[in-house]
């Protein structure tokens, strides 16, 4: 499991535990607090129905039917008003009152409860003692809407207690206001926990879609491609991009120098090797051929020293992105023109110039020319042209074919001769990689088919080699080079 999946859990886990206790606590406490608001009111009103009833009470005769007939009246008095979104339409007060010694001598509700002893009751038999008297009774224990709430106020005269007023409000009509207040709370408190849900969601899923970015680009970089550097719309991301592109050039940089100093190094003591031998035989007596064969020798490895170096400050130069002085160019003209300039190293080696022919498609004719740096074309046209060349089969032809498309060039070269061995063809690009050419045994620098494929990268094509059997089932090479239009 991710790290941005555990922390998305975690998230999730911490904002749904808070939401709900906020949610339980504001539900909780709506009830309790819209009845702590109704019981206040019902004090109130409790002792001022106290001063009301005193001269009623203090007789000594309760005129029960005088009352009965002024709470007749009000409880069918027409009620509609609009209380913030609830519409009140008739009354849920009641009353009772007993005496000093808690009897009732009057209920509102029920007249069979007159003569009754409610002593027992809370309400009746605190406020008979000089205490606050309420109680909450249910008429089923288990359903919270049959119950009501009981608030007593002492009758007082001369600071006596002669009797006892009780309101009662069923919880029903206070549950009016608790009903849709807690309904609220539920429906926009599930509606916060999902909107931060779904934010959650949102920034981990952006967050591993930058972490799998940096990762593919870490692993790009791991693998040797070449990469730009990355871009966020989050500044701080910008800058951990920017310092990791930063360090990997830092990084490519040391490596790169030390990679090119160890390979040159290697490289050059073969060549070094031979002019030492050379020149210590050259010290002693030794005249004639033997003599100017050995300074041949030691010019030859001179001269290979010489481009294995250039070679491998112009690989370098491709490979850090220095060449970048692209132009128009016509591919058709430049490989005429490279074939062309082969011709004294085909009349050294024996071979008729007639042997190279080049083939076009009708479109690769046309005006059409290619975006791409005109001294590294030639350069890689030049390396497949000496590679078939060296491989070629002694009187043999070599076969040059141009081809254009709408979205990419195509240059083939195919070499009649031996075949690539099996162990070499997953190696040929390798730097400083090369086989024996035919009849001297000799290999190569090792840089001319790498060269050819940082150059074609450059101008985003590719290219391959493959042995095939080609024209009659001639055995031979194909190098195939194929450049991108732009």
Known sequence: ????????????????????????????????????ASEETLVDNANLLAELLLPYVEQGIFPVDKIDSLFERFLQRSINVKIWSYVKQSTNLNVYITDAKGLVIFHSSDKTQLGKDYSRWLDVSRTLVGKYGARTTRDDPEDDLTGSMYVAAPILKDDKIIGVVTLIQAHQGIQQFVGPAQTKILVMGSLLLLTLVILGIVLATG???????????????????????????????????????????????????????????????????????????????????????????????????????????????????????????????????????????????????????????????????????????????????????????????????????????????????????????????????STPRPGTGRKSSGLGLCLIKEIAMLHHGHIHLSNINHDSNIEGVEATLVLAKQ
């Open 207 to 433: 967050f591993n879609k930058i972490l799998k970015v940096l990762t593919q680009y870490v692993n790009r970089v791991r693998d040797g491609q070449a990469v730009d550097q990355l871009t966020f719309r989050d500044p701080s991301f910008n800058e951990l991009a920017s310092t990791l592109h930063k360090m990997r050039q830092e990084l490519d940089g040391k490596a790169y120098i030390e990679q090119y100093v160890h390979s040159l190094t290697h490289e050059l003591k073969t060549p070094l090797s031979a002019i030492s031998a050379a020149a210590q035989i050259l010290e002693t007596d030794i005249q004639g051929e033997k003599k100017q064969q050995f300074i041949n020798n030691i010019e030859s490895e001179v001269q290979r020293s010489k481009q294995l170096i250039e070679r491998l400050l112009l690989l370098a130069s491709i490979e850090n992105n220095q060449h970048n002085e692209f132009k128009a160019i016509n591919l058709l003209s430049l490989i005429e023109g490279e074939i062309k300039s082969l011709q004294p190293l085909l009349a050294n080696k024996n071979m008729n110039v007639d042997f190279i022919k080049l083939e076009c498609s009708p479109n690769a004719l046309s005006t059409d020319s290619l975006i791409g740096d005109e001294f590294l074309l030639r350069m890689a046209i030049r390396n497949m042209l000496d590679n078939a060349i060296d491989f070629a089969k002694e009187g043999s032809a070599i076969k040059v074919q141009l081809v254009s498309s709408s979205t990419e060039w195509t240059v083939k070269v195919f070499n009649q001769g031996e075949a690539i061995p099996d162990y070499a063809l997953n190696r040929i690009f390798e730097r400083f990689f």
């Open 1 to 36: 499991m991710s790290i941005f999946i555990r922390l998305a859990l975690a998230y999730l886990l911490v904002i749904s535990v808070s939401i709900t206790s906020v949610l339980k606590i504001f539900y909780d406490e709506i009830k309790p607090g819209i009845r702590q």
